[in-house]
């Protein structure tokens, strides 16, 4: 059983950036690749960000590549969503998720967050 919190979302204008965390309980977390989702008002769950169990392999949804930058820590059972020049389409709940296997479909993920807003205002 994994427990995700995230945390780090808020409101920032266009062009910032911010950093979102997720913190793990229990000592399997570095087992799990880990993933970021959003969903935006009516809008379906998307993905965002993955990374394997190492943190070696990263894989972005285009939208946000060579924008935002997946990281994780498996000593400090966290991993991260560095965000940078945000766009007011990126205005939506990030969730974290993890899956024993490494894969970006929403469907796959046995855990997942709570979320956190972000709002990137224009």
């Known amino acids: 059983q994994v427990q995700l919190v995230e945390s780090g979302g808020g409101l920032v204008q266009a062009g910032g950036s911010l950093r979102l965390s997720c913190a793990a309980s229990?000592?399997?977390?570095?087992?799990?690749?880990m993933d970021w989702f959003r969903q935006a008002p009516g809008k379906e769950r998307e993905f965002v960000a993955a990374?394997?169990?190492?943190?070696?392999?990263?894989y972005y949804a285009d939208s946000v590549k060579g924008r935002f930058t997946i990281v994780r820590d498996n000593a400090k059972n966290t991993v991260y969503l560095e965000m940078n020049s945000l766009k007011p389409e990126d205005t939506a709940v990030y969730y974290c998720?993890?899956?024993?296997?490494?894969?970006?479909?929403?469907?796959?993920?046995?855990?997942w967050g709570k979320g956190t807003l972000v709002t990137v205002s224009s």
């Open positions: 990374i394997n169990r190492s943190g070696a392999s990263t």
């Open positions: 229990g000592r399997t977390f570095s087992t799990y690749p």
């Open positions: 998720a993890a899956s024993i296997v490494y894969s970006v479909v929403a469907r796959s993920m046995e855990y």
